[in-house]
């Protein structure tokens, strides 16, 4: 099935300070593309990979579980730190729960955590049906799009397929469970405005991690796809600053290598 344009994964090989970067549900590596590019020009090895069922069409996912998701992100993780002094993990949406579970997974392996209005529970009453309205509806409309900024679009999916929905709030109770175990430095940005997940989840990480470096920042300006949005680029530079603070090895204007951009 070809790919959506734009939703290809993304790897570039820089210094020995390395980044992997996590998509949203029925989301794309598009989405995270502008922040990846950031990461390059300042000498970082990046990783953004395409998660299973995502990328083509929303009929795909149907056939894929959060374990499919996150095995593609530990199989990228394990292959930066095999080339890497230090790995950051950086997400938006459900990408957060996958690296908030990779993380209370692998401890002190991940150098920190960036996290972008991380969805890591149920703000729909409606949930508790999954189970048994995936196996009577296929989809429901998608939420791909929630962006304030004009004309910025997000490559995704219009429909959200229920036995991947399912199979979401399973991910979400492990992830949950698991939240105690995270124990790294977090930078964790929301935005007061997000139509598709609500402050509480936000708020459940915050008060459940036992990171003791925590940084919380609020996106004034954007919905939900906050790094499509007006605060693109102070997301883009906090987390670099936080890279930096965390990375020695990291200099400033390291040189830069060819990409390989290339379809997975």
């Keep these: ?3 959506l344009p734009g939703a290809e994964p993304f790897h570039h090989r820089g210094g020995p300070v390395g980044v992997l970067l996590c998509h949203g549900f029925t989301g794309s590596p598009q989405s995270l593309r502008p922040w990846a590019d950031h990461l390059v020009e300042a000498g970082l090895t990046v990783s953004l990979p ?7 069409r929303w009929q795909d996912m149907q056939v894929t579980r959060w374990e499919d998701w996150y095995a593609e992100v530990e199989r990228e993780f394990l292959a930066l730190r095999e080339s890497c002094e230090q790995v950051f993990v950086l997400a938006l949406s ?8 990779l993380t209370a997974v692998h401890g002190e392996a991940v150098a920190g955590l960036v996290l972008v209005n991380p969805s890591v529970r149920s703000d729909n009453p409606a949930s508790v049906l999954l189970p048994v309205l995936r196996h009577v509806l296929p989809s429901l409309p998608g939420v791909a799009n929630d962006i304030a900024l004009e004309g910025s679009r997000e490559v995704g999916y219009d429909r959200t397929p229920l036995h991947a929905a399912w199979s979401l709030s399973l991910l979400w109770k492990d992830v949950q469970a698991r939240l105690p175990q ?5 930078l964790l940005l929301h935005s ?3 139509h598709v997940v ?8 915050l008060a459940r991690i ?4 925590v940084t919380e920042r609020l996106c004034e300006r954007s919905f939900h796809v906050a790094t499509l949005d007006h605060d693109a680029a102070e997301i883009f530079g906090a987390s670099l600053d936080f890279i930096r603070r965390l990375a020695p090895s990291l200099a400033t204007g390291a040189t830069r290598v060819e990409s390989d951009d290339h379809q997975g």
């Design 1 to 3: 099935m070809p790919l």
């Design 50 to 56: 395409l998660l299973p069922g995502h990328g083509t």
């Design 94 to 101: 459900m990408g957060g729960a996958l690296a908030l579970r």
């Design 182 to 186: 995270v124990r790294r430095p977090v």
């Design 192 to 194: 007061p405005q997000d």
């Design 198 to 205: 609500s402050p509480a989840n936000s708020e459940l990480v």
């Design 210 to 213: 036992s990171s003791t470096d």
